[in-house]
């Protein structure tokens, strides 16, 4: 099992920029696939970036070249920067994590873009 905990959500104003960290319980990063969803009022939770084991990236693209998923394995984090924040990025942003044993999610972390 590992807990994952987000943090670094808030209210920024359209334009603005935040850094989501999703801290891991412990190092299982070499075997796992990480990810960004959010999920909004009434939506279905949605995808927002990815990053596989060997580093591989990819993004919806509603957030492709505005938001970049990164991690430090060293210090069992991933984080999700987000630039050019809209209003449509509004949601509850929760970081997941897949290896062979299951896959696991955090508590969300709350993001509110005004406008």
């Known amino acids: 099992q590992v807990q994952l905990v987000e943090s670094g959500g808030g209210l920024v104003q359209a334009g603005g920029s935040l850094r989501l960290s999703c801290a891991a319980s412990?190092?299982?990063?070499?075997?796992?696939?990480l990810a960004w969803y959010r999920q909004a009022p009434g939506k279905q939770r949605e995808l927002v970036a990815v990053m596989t084991a060997g580093g591989t990236t990819n993004y919806a693209a509603s957030v492709k070249g505005r938001f970049t998923i990164s991690r430090d394995n060293a210090k069992n984090m991933v984080y999700l920067q987000m630039n050019s924040l809209k209003p449509e990025d509004t949601a509850v942003y929760y970081c997941n994590l897949q290896d062979p044993s299951g896959s696991y999610w955090g508590q969300g972390t709350q993001v509110t873009v005004s406008s």
């Open positions: 412990r190092n299982i990063f070499s075997i796992s696939n």
